[in-house]
C-alpha cells in the first residue's frame, strides 16, 4: 500500500523568470511607446518647421522677382522678363513660373511645354478672372508652395505672377519615418498589452484556485468539478497533479483493499459491496474461466449491461466487441506483466475508457480485476483547448500579418498615392481593431475559466451604444453588399448595466451575422423595450443558419456548427458562450431561432436593472 500521498514535482517550483520577463517586457513597451510618441511629435514640428522656413524664404524671394518683373513690364521689355523668369527657375526654387492677365490668358511661362504665352505685351489689359491679390497655400498631396504675387503695370494690379515651387523632397522621407514612428508606438502598445495579460494572468490561477477550494468546503469533492485550466500556469498544473495523485491514491487503496478481500474471502462470498458501492469508476473481477464474479453499478453502466443478472456470465456476453477480452485473457498468462493499462472506446456511446487490469493470485485460484475511469470529458476538453491553441493563432497571425504588409506597403508607395495611404491607414485601424477584438475574447476565456469575471454596472445610455454599433459595422456591410437595417425606437429608456460587456454582448451577435450572411442579404437589428423598460435586442440574419442538432449546442465553448460552408470562415467559437455568460451575470437570458438556409434570429433580454439597484442601495 502506497505510504506517500503526494510525489515532488518540478512545476511546484514556479521560477521567476516570468516575473522578470513581464517587468522587462512592460519597461520596453514603455520606451518604445514614448520613443514612437516623442518620434512622431518631433517629425511633426520637423514638418510645420519646414513648410513655415520654405514659406518665408519663397515669399521673400518672389516679393524680389515680382519688383523686378513690374518694372521690366512698365518698361515694356517683355524678353527681360522672360529671362527674369527663367534665371529664378535655374536657382532650383521654383517648378514653374507664370504670369497671368485677363481672363487667366498666359502673358510669359517657364513651361517648354506652355506655347500659349505671348510674343509681345497686349494693348488692353482687360479685367481677369482670377483675383489679382497676394495668396499663398502649400498643397500636402506633393508637397508643393504655390504663391500669387499681383503686377501693378499701369496704375491697378494687371497681372499676377503665380510660382510654384519645387516640392519638398524631405516631406516625403518624414512621411516615411512618421508612420514608422506610428507603427512603433503601435507596438508599444500591443506589448504594453500583452504584458498586462501576462501580469494579470499570474493572478488568474491563484484565483481559480480559491474557487476550486471554496466549491471544496461546500461539499463539491469531484475531481473534475475542482480542476482548473492547466494553461493558466504552473500552480494550475501543480494544483491538478495534487488533485489527481489523489485519485490515484484512492484507487489504489480500493484495489488494495479489493485485493485482500479477494484473497481472504471464500469462494462463496466476495464481500465487495461495501468496499465498491461509493466508487464511480467501474469494477470487474473475473475467474481462470473468464466468468463475471463481481461487477459493481458503474462497470455494468458503462458495458450497459445488468449488474443483478451478470454475475456467473462469461465476460463475452456483456462485453461483445471483446474490448476487454483480450487483454483480460493476457492478464492470467503467469509471464505476462501483473498490471497493465489501456485505453478502449466504446462504439455505442463513443466514450473513451481508462482501464486498469491488474492479475491477483490465491492459493487455488487466479482472477482478473478490471478498474474502468471514464475519460471522455477529459479527452474532450483536451482537443478543445488544442483547437482552440491552433485557431487562436492562425486568428494573431492574420490581422498582424495585414497590419505589417499594409504598413509595408504604405511606406514604399504611400507618399506618391494619397488614396491608398488612405486606404491602409483604413485597413490598420480596422485590423488593430479585430485585433483588440480577438484579445477580449481571449481574456474574457480566462476569466470565465478563472471565475473572476465581473460586471461593472452603471448608467447606460443605449442609443449611443447602439450609433456606435451602427459606425463600426456600416463599412463591413457595404464591403460585403449586405443591407444592415436598425430598426429602433423613437425614445430609449436607460439601463443600469455595464456598457463594455452588453456592448461586447452585441458586438459578437452583429459579427456573426455579418460573417455568415452572404453577399446581397439582410442583417436587422431591432430593439425593443417591454413597460419594465427591459431591452430586448433581436439580431437577425438572412444567412446559412443553424441546424436543429446544432441549436442545442451552438453556445458551447469552442463549439462551431457541422458545416462545411463554415469551414473557410475564421472563427474561434468563443463569441456565442462569452455571449451568453455576460447576458446571464445581467440577469437577462438569449435564445436562437433558426432555420437551416433561412438565416437565424439571436434574441438577447436584458432587464432595466433600476428596481435591482434600488434595492441595493
Not at 103 to 121: A, I, K, M, P
Not at 475 to 493: G, H, M, W, Y
Not at 520 to 536: L, Q
Amino acid at each position: 500500500m502506497p505510504t506517500r500521498l503526494f510525489k515532488k514535482s518540478a512545476s511546484t517550483r514556479i521560477p521567476s523568470v516570468a516575473s522578470i520577463s513581464s517587468s522587462m517586457l512592460m519597461v520596453i513597451a514603455a520606451i518604445t511607446l514614448a520613443v514612437g510618441g516623442l518620434t512622431w511629435m518631433t517629425l511633426s514640428d520637423i514638418r510645420t518647421e519646414s513648410r513655415v522656413n520654405h514659406t518665408i524664404s519663397i515669399s521673400k524671394n518672389i516679393e524680389l522677382i515680382a519688383s523686378q518683373t513690374e518694372l521690366a513690364l512698365q518698361d515694356g521689355d517683355l524678353g527681360r522678363v522672360r529671362r527674369l523668369l527663367l534665371d529664378a527657375q535655374s536657382t532650383g526654387l521654383y517648378h514653374r513660373l507664370s504670369i497671368r492677365y485677363a481672363n487667366d490668358q498666359t502673358l510669359v511661362s517657364t513651361d517648354v511645354g506652355d506655347n500659349t504665352y505671348r510674343e509681345t505685351l497686349p494693348e488692353s489689359w482687360g479685367e481677369s478672372a482670377l483675383p489679382f491679390e497676394r495668396s499663398s497655400r502649400f498643397d500636402t498631396a506633393i508637397n508643393q508652395l504655390v504663391i500669387q504675387e499681383p503686377l501693378q503695370v499701369t496704375n491697378a494690379a494687371d497681372a499676377v505672377l503665380i510660382a510654384e515651387s519645387m516640392p519638398l523632397a524631405q516631406q516625403a522621407l518624414l512621411w516615411r519615418i512618421e508612420l514608422a514612428a506610428m507603427i512603433t508606438s503601435f507596438s508599444g502598445i500591443l506589448l504594453g498589452l500583452i504584458a498586462w495579460l501576462q501580469l494579470r494572468q499570474r493572478q488568474a490561477p491563484l484565483l481559480a484556485i480559491r474557487n476550486a477550494l471554496g466549491l471544496y468546503l461546500q461539499g463539491q469533492t469531484s475531481t473534475q468539478a475542482l480542476m482548473v485550466a492547466s494553461s493558466l500556469g504552473p500552480e494550475a498544473k501543480a494544483f491538478n497533479d495534487i488533485l489527481e495523485e489523489r485519485d490515484t491514491l484512492n484507487e489504489r487503496i480500493a484495489i488494495f483493499d479489493c485485493e485482500q478481500t479477494i484473497s481472504s474471502a471464500g469462494s462463496d462470498s466476495f464481500g465487495l459491496s461495501s468496499v465498491c458501492a461509493s466508487l464511480s469508476h467501474g469494477m470487474i473481477v473475473l475467474d481462470a474461466n473468464m466468468n463475471i464474479q463481481f461487477i459493481n453499478g458503474s462497470g455494468a453502466a458503462y458495458l450497459n449491461a445488468d449488474p443483478s443478472i451478470s454475475v456467473g456470465k462469461s465476460i463475452a456476453d456483456i462485453d461483445p466487441q471483446e474490448i476487454l477480452v483480450p487483454t483480460a485473457k493476457r492478464i492470467f498468462n503467469p509471464d505476462a506483466p501483473r498490471r497493465q493499462v489501456f485505453e478502449i472506446e466504446l462504439e455505442e456511446s463513443s466514450a473513451i475508457l481508462k482501464t486498469t487490469c491488474t492479475r491477483i493470485t490465491r492459493d487455488d485460484d487466479t482472477l482478473c480485476l478490471l478498474f474502468l475511469e471514464d475519460m471522455t470529458q477529459q479527452r474532450h476538453a483536451d482537443e478543445s483547448l488544442n483547437a482552440f491553441i491552433a485557431q487562436t493563432t492562425h486568428e494573431l497571425r492574420t490581422p498582424l500579418t495585414n497590419i505589417r504588409l499594409y504598413a509595408e506597403e504604405a511606406i514604399d508607395s504611400g507618399a506618391e498615392d494619397e488614396e491608398f495611404r488612405s486606404n491602409a491607414f483604413n485597413m490598420i485601424n480596422s485590423e488593430s481593431r479585430r485585433l483588440e477584438r480577438l484579445v477580449s475574447d481571449m481574456l474574457c476565456v480566462s476569466e470565465l475559466e478563472a471565475g473572476s469575471m465581473q460586471i461593472r454596472k452603471d448608467t447606460v445610455r443605449p442609443e449611443a451604444m447602439f450609433d456606435e454599433l451602427e459606425r463600426d459595422y456600416a463599412p463591413q456591410a457595404v464591403s460585403k453588399e449586405i443591407n444592415l437595417v436598425f430598426d429602433l425606437p423613437p425614445k430609449f429608456p436607460s439601463l443600469e448595466a455595464d456598457r463594455d460587456r452588453l456592448g461586447q454582448a452585441i458586438h459578437n451577435l452583429m459579427g456573426n451575422a455579418l460573417k455568415y450572411t452572404p453577399s446581397g442579404g439582410t442583417v436587422t437589428v431591432k430593439v425593443e423595450f417591454d413597460p419594465s423598460d427591459a431591452m430586448t435586442v433581436r439580431v437577425s440574419d438572412t444567412g446559412i443558419g443553424i441546424s436543429l442538432e446544432d441549436q442545442s449546442r451552438v453556445f458551447e465553448r469552442f463549439c462551431r456548427a457541422n458545416d462545411q460552408r463554415i469551414n473557410s470562415i475564421s472563427g474561434t467559437g468563443l463569441g456565442l458562450s462569452i455571449t451568453q455568460e455576460i447576458i446571464k451575470m445581467h440577469g437577462g437570458k438569449i435564445s436562437v431561432e433558426s432555420e437551416l438556409d433561412h438565416g437565424s434570429t439571436f434574441i438577447i433580454t436584458v432587464p432595466s436593472g433600476r428596481n435591482t439597484a434600488s434595492k441595493a442601495a
